[in-house]
């Protein structure tokens, strides 16, 4: 079903896009050189400090691919959960936010809207960010299974999915756009740190918020990532749906003479 042009939904999905696109190019840029820097790192680390050459593994294409990866979950579910500070706390903040609840569009495509429109974004940039990668470490390291790294992607997909979930809840609860990313970035950086020192054998299976990275180097049974894949859809769609019903819930804003 195809949505007119003249709909307020069409109108909020453009005016999302719109400002929210320029973002795609500097971050697929950042995430390239990021992945280069990366890799580059780990092979010439054991020339420039040579007492830890005995130390480290011999690099394969599987390890450079899997430490960028790993440092990707940690450094983009930040940035995810930091620009959906102002899906709702900046539009209450600017003072559009009535501007919005007036319009004809149902609460769950208001928030729906704004979710989606970051989170492809930022999903778009990491793509491009990680083929370069790939494309680098193929050069350089070795070829990487590419089936393991779009399976990677794909779980990826999923934890920044509950991590922008998480951001989007916030930026509802929070009454400024500062204390949303504060807020919401500091429960992510908890959840990765957590998740990224939980690595015991009796768990791993169940560590969902690192499984994009530990398939890269480990066996998992197909049964072991549905579970978690379906577990994380599980999470983030309960704070989306808790973020639908608090801003339904909200009291209708009134708009602020400036």
């Known amino acids: 079903m195809s949505i007119s042009k003249t709909n307020p939904v069409y109108a909020l999905i453009k005016k999302e896009w719109i400002y929210n696109r320029g973002r795609i190019l500097p971050l697929s840029i950042g995430l390239a050189i990021f992945g280069v820097l990366t890799i580059g790192m780990l092979m010439i680390l054991p020339d420039i400090i040579p007492m830890i050459e005995g130390l480290m593994p011999e690099l394969t294409p599987e390890m450079a691919i899997q430490s960028y990866m790993s440092n990707v979950n940690s450094i983009v579910s930040i940035l995810a959960v930091i620009l959906c500070a102002d899906a709702i706390a900046g539009e209450r903040e600017k003072n559009t936010l009535v501007l919005i609840r007036t319009k004809p569009i149902p609460v769950y495509s208001i928030i729906l809207t704004k979710l989606f429109a970051r989170y492809f974004i930022i999903l778009i940039g990491t793509i491009i960010g990680t083929l370069f990668a790939y494309l680098f470490t193929s050069l350089l390291v070795g070829p990487v299974e590419i089936g393991s790294l779009l399976l990677s992607l794909a779980i990826y997909a999923l934890i920044l999915f509950v991590y922008m979930s998480i951001g989007i809840l916030i930026s509802t609860i ?85």
């Open 174 to 258: 929070a009454k400024s756009q500062i204390s949303a990313g504060v807020i919401s970035a500091g429960i992510v950086l908890v959840i990765s740190l957590v998740t990224s020192f939980l690595a015991f054998d009796s768990i791993i299976n169940y560590n969902a918020f690192q499984l994009s990275t530990n398939l890269l180097l480990r066996d998992f049974t197909p049964l072991v990532i549905a579970l978690n894949c379906v577990a994380l859809f599980i999470i983030g769609s309960v704070f989306i749906t808790i973020t639908i019903i608090l801003f339904e819930s909200e009291k209708e804003p009134v708009r602020k003479n400036i």
